[in-house]
């Protein structure tokens, strides 16, 4: 089962990864290594159990690959950086091209992928507009990338991963709130923006 290939593929690729962050956060203990690989395979079983040989399958573990070292390095430093959010706009989209082809209804998925792209991409960037101590222009970069897998899936997919997004994050925003006592403080948004997704993402209809 592939899903069973691909939990020692993630876990490798985790721990191979998990150094690259070291030019945003300093180095990177061996514990937080283990730990990143650890999550990467969950994902990529994840991915795996539920996508099997999927068309798809590429693109959705390019992105659980980048995004755990993404969350990793929002948690220890608050920041997305341009270096890996970027560069994955292209890498996901010429991955979700190259599937269309081998899947039922292909190219109509991937013009949603662009749609769902550019939608996310835009209510993000009006919320850091409106309230910019709310979000970070790194997750408004990282919103488009998530957008285009969400969309892929389709609308419910795509609304279950912005609801997930939000929840989550909500929830742990009020209850930080609370211990502290106060409204100040940054907080790494991206972890729960790749969370939502992933729940999106598992949640969608093939």
Not at 116 to 139: C, N, W
Not at 164 to 190: H, Q, W
């Amino acid at each position: 089962m592939i899903a069973f290939a691909l939990v020692p593929a993630g876990l490798v690729i985790g721990l191979l990864m998990a150094p690259m962050a070291e030019p945003f956060t300093g180095p990177v203990p061996r514990r937080r290594r283990i730990w990143a690989g650890l999550v990467a395979a969950a994902v990529f079983g994840l991915l795996g159990w539920r996508f099997g040989p999927e068309p798809v399958l590429p693109a959705l573990c390019y992105l659980a690959a980048a995004g755990t070292l993404l969350g990793f390095i929002d948690v220890e430093v608050k920041r997305l950086p341009d270096r890996f959010t970027l560069p994955s706009y292209g890498i996901v989209a010429a991955l979700l091209a190259a599937a269309a082809p081998f899947t039922d209804d292909g190219p109509r998925r991937f013009g949603h992928a662009l749609i769902g792209m550019a939608v996310l991409f835009v209510l993000y960037f009006a919320q850091a507009f409106v309230a910019p101590s709310g979000i970070g222009l790194g997750d408004v970069k990282l919103s488009g990338v998530l957008g285009l897998c969400l969309g892929w899936f389709g609308q419910d997919a795509w609304i279950i991963g912005l609801l997930a997004t939000y929840l989550s994050g909500g929830l742990v925003a009020i209850g930080i709130m609370i211990v502290r006592r106060s409204r100040k403080g940054e907080f790494p948004f991206g972890p729960y923006m790749l969370a939502g997704a992933l729940a999106g993402v598992l949640s969608a209809t093939l």
